[in-house]
């Protein structure tokens, strides 16, 4: 069983930054695949970024701009959000299995999501 806590989300204007954390429990951290999906209103969860042992995908849209990182020994995953756009606005989701997909229905253990908000 794995439990996922999210935080650093909040208000931000357009063109600044945000670092989204997702702390994990377990002694088995180092051996899940992580990855963030977001859901804005209306809309479809969807892939944001996912990293795992063998490396590291973000979604095409937001390459460039988002940066995925982990430390094991804190059992913490990590979202870099820079040049915010008021279309990154959603609720912003950590997710855990074993084998990462950018599949929202592939991931088992979920957090409870943090908001985020980009003003214009």
């Known amino acids: 069983q794995v439990q996922l806590v999210e935080s650093g989300g909040g208000l931000v204007q357009a063109g600044g930054s945000l670092r989204l954390s997702c702390a994990a429990s377990?002694?088995?951290?180092?051996?899940?695949?992580m990855a963030w999906f977001r859901q804005a209103p209306g809309k479809e969860r969807e892939f944001v970024a996912g990293?795992?042992?063998?490396?590291?995908i973000v979604s095409d849209s937001m390459k460039g701009r988002f940066t995925i990182s982990r430390d094991n020994a804190k059992n913490t995953v990590y979202l870099q959000m820079n040049s915010l756009k008021p279309e990154d606005t959603a609720v912003y989701s950590c997710?855990?299995?074993?084998?990462?997909?950018?599949?929202?229905?592939?991931?088992?253990?979920w957090g409870q999501g943090t908001q985020v908000t980009v003003s214009s």
């Open positions: 997710a855990a299995d074993r084998r990462m997909s950018t599949d929202r229905n592939e991931y088992h253990y």
């Open positions: 377990g002694r088995t951290f180092s051996t899940y695949a």
């Open positions: 990293i795992s042992r063998n490396g590291n």
